[in-house]
Every structure is written in C-alpha cells, then in structure tokens.
C-alpha cells in the first residue's frame, strides 16, 4: 500500500504533513495542486518543504490543470442544457466550485495512474470541521484522530516555523482561510481586511471583476472599497 499526503500548504494540511511525519506514520508521496491562484506565501512554503522531503527521501509532486485558471474563468466554451452557449465560468465559489472539481479530479486520476488501487490518501481535515468528513470516507484523517482543531493546527506550524507572511502581515491574522486569493467564498470581513492590507491582491481582485462582468460579492467591490472609506472617514454611507 502507498500512503499519499494531499497538501495545499495551508495550515492544516501543512499540520497533518508534519504530525503524521512525527509519529513516524507512512507517506511515500506528498501532492499538491497549484491552481496557479495562490498567495505568494504558499509558493514559499512549498518551496521550503519541498528541499525537506527531499532531504527524507519522499517523493514531491506539483499538479496543474491542462490550461490556467484565467482560461477557465474567461475563454472556456461552456455548454448550458438549454443548448445555448457560453464562455468562461466566472468566479469559483460558493454553489460553483468548478476549479475546486477539477483539482479533485486531477489529483485522483494521478494517483490511479501512478497507483492504481494500491493508494490510500491523507487528507488534513481538522477536528472542528465535522461537515467536511462525508466528502472524504474512506481516507486517512491524521487530524481528526488527534483531535487536533484548526487553531491547534495554526499554533504547531508557527512552533515548527511555518508563517505565512505576505510583506509584514500574516494572512491568518486577517484571512479565515488561506484558499485561492481569487475565491469567490471570501466574506466581507476578509475582504475588508485584502483590501486594507494585501492592496496588490485587491487591485488584482478589481481587476479580475471589472474583466467578469460579474460582481464578487452582493455589491460591486469598488463600492465595497468607496464604503469602507466612509468609514475610515467617519461618514455616512448612502
């Protein structure tokens, strides 16, 4: 049997990695998908884990998609039941994940190619995320084992020296998550925080919506961006 670790260098699959590597567990390969769409702090971190599995002899792999995210998001032809048609699939999120399928559908058809059957994977769901655990039967949960919380996991990936720190700031001060920076699932509260502190993700996030023609969120994020600035301000939004 070949014991896979699927990580995505957030905290809490970063935390499973290195939990299952101290209790001496098998992991014959470690996976990632890179949707291309990521802070540029998880590009850092994968780069300094990487040399140390190297160094413990376990195999790395970095999956992509045949094409880029930004082709999916604009270009893609996309067929609608009512025979009509359309071109990209917007922004991936909420009801329609379409990027977050494909990543799972990349990853599995590699490891049948490489493994056939003879595979079992890790997956870093933490202990206070109960909803996710039907998505994954018949995996691996290192971290529901351990009881281990998303907090939990936050706390021993700093006490090992993992951070992710983009300029001065580190994202989980502000973020819930540490997903694409282009993910429609961000709530107000986050991107408040992008816009106040990360301005090259939120310029880019402007961008990305002036290009979609379709908002983000509820209300468009230059008027999100003119709100917040009222408030800063001390004025009344109308």
């Given at each position: 049997m070949n014991y896979i670790a699927s990580v995505s260098f957030g905290k809490d699959s970063l935390a499973m990695l290195y939990k299952i590597l101290e209790l001496n567990?098998?992991?014959?390969?470690?996976?990632?998908?890179?949707?291309?769409?990521?802070?540029?702090?998880?590009?850092?971190?994968?780069?300094k884990?990487?040399?140390?599995?190297?160094?413990?002899?376990?195999?790395f792999t970095r999956l992509k998609a045949d094409?880029?995210?930004?082709?999916?998001?604009?270009?893609?032809?996309?067929?609608?039941?009512?025979g009509t048609c359309s071109y990209g699939y917007k922004w991936c999120g909420a009801r329609c994940?379409?990027?977050?399928?494909?990543?799972?559908?990349?990853?599995?058809?590699?490891?049948?190619?490489?493994?056939?059957?003879?595979?079992?994977?890790?997956?870093g769901i933490a202990y206070d995320e109960p909803d996710r655990l039907k998505?994954?039967?018949?995996?691996?949960?290192?971290?529901?084992?351990?009881k281990m919380t998303e907090q939990d996991c936050l706390n021993y990936c700093h006490s090992l020296g993992f951070y992710w720190y983009e300029g001065e700031h580190e994202l989980y001060e502000y973020l819930d998550r540490v997903?694409?920076?282009?993910?429609r699932n961000k709530n107000l509260k986050e991107l408040k925080n992008i816009f106040e502190?990360?301005?090259?993700?939120?310029?880019a996030l402007c961008e990305l919506e002036n290009r979609c023609n379709m908002n983000m969120k509820s209300r468009p994020l230059r008027e999100l961006e003119d709100i917040w600035k009222k408030e800063v301000k001390g004025e009344k939004y109308v």
């Amino acid at each position: 049997m070949n014991y896979i670790a699927s990580v995505s260098f957030g905290k809490d699959s970063l935390a499973m990695l290195y939990k299952i590597l101290e209790l001496n567990d098998p992991v014959d390969e470690v996976v990632f998908f890179d949707t291309g769409m990521e802070f540029s702090c998880i590009y850092s971190l994968m780069s300094k884990v990487r040399d140390d599995l190297a160094n413990r002899n376990i195999k790395f792999t970095r999956l992509k998609a045949d094409k880029d995210f930004l082709y999916y998001m604009f270009d893609h032809e996309v067929h609608h039941k009512d025979g009509t048609c359309s071109y990209g699939y917007k922004w991936c999120g909420a009801r329609c994940r379409w990027f977050t399928s494909k990543k799972t559908t990349i990853i599995k058809r590699y490891l049948k190619q490489q493994y056939g059957t003879d595979y079992i994977e890790y997956v870093g769901i933490a202990y206070d995320e109960p909803d996710r655990l039907k998505k994954n039967e018949g995996k691996l949960l290192p971290l529901i084992d351990l009881k281990m919380t998303e907090q939990d996991c936050l706390n021993y990936c700093h006490s090992l020296g993992f951070y992710w720190y983009e300029g001065e700031h580190e994202l989980y001060e502000y973020l819930d998550r540490v997903s694409c920076w282009c993910c429609r699932n961000k709530n107000l509260k986050e991107l408040k925080n992008i816009f106040e502190h990360f301005k090259v993700y939120w310029f880019a996030l402007c961008e990305l919506e002036n290009r979609c023609n379709m908002n983000m969120k509820s209300r468009p994020l230059r008027e999100l961006e003119d709100i917040w600035k009222k408030e800063v301000k001390g004025e009344k939004y109308v």
